[in-house]
């Protein structure tokens, strides 16, 4: 029983999870044990303690009276992500071609483009797969510290990057433009390549999840 209730909870914390990252449990929405519970036809006790774990990680707050909301996102908290990105991922990018490993870079960066084109229907999946290749750009550092700094906040650049692309970001025409990346990769330009990465991920990702508010 207690194998079977530890399940039960990993499977409703994933669940409840995605939700929020999708954004079908969008931000500052209120949420109830009664309510979760029923729609994922469980008790309450295995979503108590996904709840828990999901509070832990910030993404349900509760107030003074214990009414639970999941975890608002603010213009600030976009700013900060998108400026921990550019200068994270800026200087990792340099990094590739002044370390001479930009050819070798353009096919690990060209197998997570690939993905993203095949999740292009799904802008959830979509999102998950452009967090693998900004992943696979700050590898480059091979910074233990970074990467803990990026996992902690992936959860928030996934959200963020769901109104990125409902305000602006076009998902086909950046896929095809990150092939082009790609390309400038290959033939060591690295002033193109980053244009592209600048554009596309830092500059157009922040204005469009900005215009949520408008």
Not at 158 to 177: A, D, F, K, L, V
Request: with cysteine; aromatic share 8%.
């Amino acid at each position: 029983m207690a194998d079977k209730n530890i399940s039960l909870a990993d499977q409703a914390y994933q669940k409840i999870k995605q939700n929020i990252l999708n954004l079908t449990y969008a931000p500052g929405m209120p949420l109830t044990e009664s309510q979760l519970a029923s729609e994922l036809g469980m008790s309450r006790s295995p979503v108590r303690t996904a709840i828990h774990m999901l509070q832990a990680e910030g993404l349900i707050v509760s107030d003074y009276y214990k009414s639970m909301t999941v975890k608002e996102i603010t213009d600030k908290d976009i700013r900060d992500i998108y400026q921990l990105r550019e200068l994270i991922e800026g200087a990792a990018f340099r990094l590739i071609f002044t370390s001479g490993r930009q050819e070798e870079y353009s096919y690990r960066i060209e197998e997570k483009v690939v993905r993203m084109c095949a999740a292009a229907s799904d802008p959830y999946e979509w999102e998950i797969a452009d967090t693998a290749l900004h992943m696979e750009i700050i590898s480059i550092l091979d910074n233990e510290r970074i990467n803990r700094i990026y996992e902690n906040n992936l959860a928030e650049q996934i959200r963020i990057g769901q109104y990125s692309i409902r305000y602006g970001m076009h998902i086909h025409q950046t896929n095809e433009r990150l092939k082009k990346m790609v390309r400038y990769m290959r033939k060591g330009d690295y002033k193109q390549a980053y244009q592209i990465l600048h554009d596309d991920h830092f500059s157009l990702g922040q204005s469009s999840a900005l215009k949520r508010t408008e």
